[in-house]
């Protein structure tokens, strides 16, 4: 990833901030620090700048914000553009302001105007220079009176949110397709907004397509026929991150009265057949924290380019077709998007340096959701990859700050945020809190917090004040401040980190001895009702210095490398890369070439770098770069030149 200094960023925040933001007024670090109560060390104290302001947006939103978007849109495959206009709905926050500032990436702005909503008079504007992070902020001159700014503009063939597919790379093969991913800043690549959580817009938006597709949106979809022309509408307001759209030949086949699949048509009923566990999985989220706000909950199954496991689009959750395993066995991922409806949708993280509340306690809502549709041994088993994968990652970090719950603001980019640390350290944190408490407390406190926070901005610090009045209060024995404060701002892993234990994977820990200790033969290990995660968890367990031979031993008797579950196959890839175990190298170079899914990708060209395979690496990439999003080529790109 194209990185700024911190110093540019922090400069170029506060003179995006406006004249009404704390943090502009209070522009010494003295003034910021005085504000702040005693902090828990040294690190902490020197970030006591205004954790509310969000340092990844241009927007002026203490001054002016955005409250609704209506779009038009017509999507036009061969230009690989989105041809628009936005009318954007403005309030005042501050009487005397005199300008809206946007965020913008990469947009070609045709046309600006500002009104009262029923008549439009040419506007002043201007566009700063493009930054590599951040973009261009759109400065507009907001005359008195006017309510409405309307902007028409056309994105750009590179915009980061934005991936066209070509025929050839869809399922079909006959028609193209296109979708965003907005998360984290890539939405002002999209449409003018203000590109951060803090702000939330209600909105609508009419989409023309080819008449033989189909577009859906992050919204009330329109269900009527495929015709080329859709209508959208998300009534609840939603920050501009979580604005999405996807069109080509798409399929529908319902799950419930409520709960459908969005997919090619050659995909749909597998992923109908896949899913068939989200309706379970809502009535269990909706009982424990609260009913379900949205309406509907469809999933959209992407292109196998799609560079998440998921992404929790309100209404309509995009997937990667990774997960379409035939035994359901990365369900996972649907409960952790559909539990984003509470987490994150809902109580949206203030900024991106407190991703943990979106992340971490979506995980943890995550695995209860599992617990309750699958059974405790799988919840169990998931926690346990879940602590081992975040015990590495924290001893292969360098910046100790980074393991912080609360991270620090003056981060390179905002998806420097979501590590293992956000998600796994932040379930923990969760976990450690409901086995202090008990469920029968803690529960109904989550549930309150969803309720209490619902539609709203929340900061770390709105979590701790809200747990200290809620919980520790009423329940002084249960945990100590100093052991939440442990959680929330220490580096790595508190000593009172809940550990999992499972009796299955203790089992595939004794085959995985018999076999290394040369004891058991491969087809003696006990292995034939395995699930994913015990494979996983065998996998993983192998020594990185395993010998090429013994891993053909185990391919020859179960054909990992060939494994059709797409996790159990990376798990194997990224052992046999790490062995040079030449088998199965035929068999990456194919996954990577028809897989964008980043949690897979990144790491393999990783160890093929680190394996001294630069050169292999490379040529792959050259193949596969065209059917990545320009989010994943990124940052491939960036991994492979990096100089470690
Ligand atoms: N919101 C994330 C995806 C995301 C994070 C997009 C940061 C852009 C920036 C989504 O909910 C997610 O966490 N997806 C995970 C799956 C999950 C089960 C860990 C993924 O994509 O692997
Ligand atoms: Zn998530």
Known sequence: MTKTAFPLLALL????????????????????????PAALDAAAAAGAENRRRDPFTYANYDAVRVT?????ATVLFDEKTLDAVATLTVERVDPAATMLVLDANDLDIRRVEAGDGETFAPATYSLGPDDPVLGSKLTIDLPAGARKVRIAYRTSPGAEALQWLSPEQTAGKKRPFMYSQNQSINARSMAPVQDTPAVRMTWSATIRTPADLRAVMSAENDMGPTDGEYAFRMPQPVPAYLLAIAAGDIAFKALSETIGVYAEPSVVEAAAAEFADTPAMERTASALYGPYR?????????????????????????????????????????????????????????????????????????????EAVYGTGRAVMEQALSLKSLQEEIAGQTKPELTRLRLPMNLDHPDEAFSDIAYVKGEFFLRFLEERYGRAVFDPFLRDWFETHAFKAATTDDFRGFLLERLVAANPQAASIAEIDEWLDAPGLPATTPQPKSAAFDKVDAARRAFLDGAAAPASLGTAAWTAQEWLHFINGLPADISPSRLGELDLAFDLTNSRNAEIAFAWQMKAIGAGYAPAMPAVENFLTHVGRGKFIYPLYRALKDKGELATAERILEKAKAGYHPIAQRRVADILQAQN
């Open 13 to 36: 925040a506060l003179v995006a901030c406006g004249k009404k933001d704390e943090s502009a007024t209070a522009a010494s670090p003295a003034a910021q620090t005085a504000a702040q």
């Open 68 to 72: 609704d978007l209506a779009l038009e």
């Open 294 to 370: 949205w309406g509907r909950y469809d999933l959209l199954i992407l292109p196998p380019s799609f560079p998440f496991g998921g992404m929790e689009n309100p209404r309509l959750s995009f997937m990667t077709p990774t997960l379409l395993a035939g035994d359901k066995s990365l369900t996972g991922v649907v409960a952790h998007e559909l539990a984003h409806s509470w987490s994150g949708n809902l109580v949206t993280n203030a900024t991106w340096s407190d991703a943990w509340l979106n992340e971490g306690v979506t995980s943890y809502v995550e695995n209860r959701l599992v």
